[in-house]
């Protein structure tokens, strides 16, 4: 028999027992989840996005009841376009998996020209300066958040993204900015509607307000909605990406088990298939919960 344990610390939060699961394509503009290696769009809009350069293709985020998981990799010279001309103003949510090589690089924009083009006009920008997650909105109200009569609305999070898939979303609306990392809010700032209002598209690792305008680094599962999000839509989102579940190839399927147990709460399921998903099989899992996973079967 082949015995193999492993512990998780996780940072997973589950959504509140008893609450209804929210349906995350309300509202939803485009979803890129690059498991075909192109920018081919699954959300009901079909807004397939064009990819400018020559990204390559890697391993992804493996969402839970996924197989087939890839993501692009960009070198700094890569960028998605989607000429579109509904980008909403004032209420928008954007959220992507990425592991970024340059921390000063652009992540989104809407733009009413070519990359590059900064006369034509471009906002709503969503950027890394020194890996802390930015967000700049073009207003006409007198005074931003600094009360120094700018009409931008500037803002960067505290904390830094890490050095492996960190998911990043920003719920605006036309008060506030809401920024999440993994899941968690991690700050709130001051912001308005963009008075930008003739944009006729998007792109998807591109702002024109960095150095390194187009992102250097690995994107996966690129969503745009015309709402923001709540923050139990978000932990959700967050969820999707790091479930408890795994497969073990080369043991015979005939005798083989998984045990999933709760460290921390006692609490443990017991799984006969090779490809296993310790929550759906009921396992409930907290936040910093040390979660092993013992696996018996015979090695073929």
Not at 213 to 237: H, M, N, P
């Amino acid at each position: 028999m082949k015995k193999i344990k492993a512990a998780m610390l996780l940072g997973a939060l589950l959504m509140v027992s008893g609450t209804a699961i929210a349906d995350l394509n309300d509202g939803l503009i485009v979803h890129y989840s690059f498991d075909d290696c192109t920018a081919k769009d699954s959300s009901a809009n079909a807004l397939d996005g064009t990819i400018i350069g020559d990204p390559k293709c890697v391993d992804g985020i493996a969402l839970d009841g996924t197989t087939n998981n890839k993501a692009l990799e960009f070198n700094g010279n890569d960028v998605i376009e989607r000429l579109f001309s509904g980008n909403p103003a004032a209420h928008y949510t954007v959220s992507v998996w990425l592991k970024a090589t340059d921390n000063n690089s652009g992540i989104f924009s809407v733009d009413a020209g070519v990359t590059g083009g900064g006369t034509a006009g471009n906002d709503r920008h969503i950027y890394l300066s020194s890996g802390r997650i930015c967000h700049r909105v073009w207003s006409m109200n007198k005074k931003d958040q600094n009360g120094d009569g700018s009409t931008q609305y500037i803002s960067c999070t505290d904390q830094t993204i890490g050095n492996g898939f960190t998911l990043v979303t920003l719920a605006v609306t036309g008060k506030s900015t809401r920024y999440y990392i993994n899941g968690e809010l991690v700050k709130q700032s001051l912001s308005r509607p963009s008075e930008f209002n003739w944009d006729n598209r998007f792109y998807v690792g591109y702002s024109y307000d960095r150095a390194s305008q187009k992102f250097k680094g690995v994107l996966d599962e690129f969503r745009y909605y015309r709402r923001a999000l709540k923050t139990s839509e978000i932990k959700e989102l967050y969820k999707q990406g790091i479930t408890v579940a795994g497969t073990m190839q080369g043991l015979n399927p005939v005798g083989f088990s998984a045990e999933c147990q709760n460290v921390t709460t006692g609490q443990s399921v017991m799984l006969t298939t090779r490809h296993f998903n310790c929550e759906a099989a009921g396992l409930t899992v907290s936040p910093n919960d040390v979660i092993h996973i013992t696996v018996d079967g015979k090695a073929k």
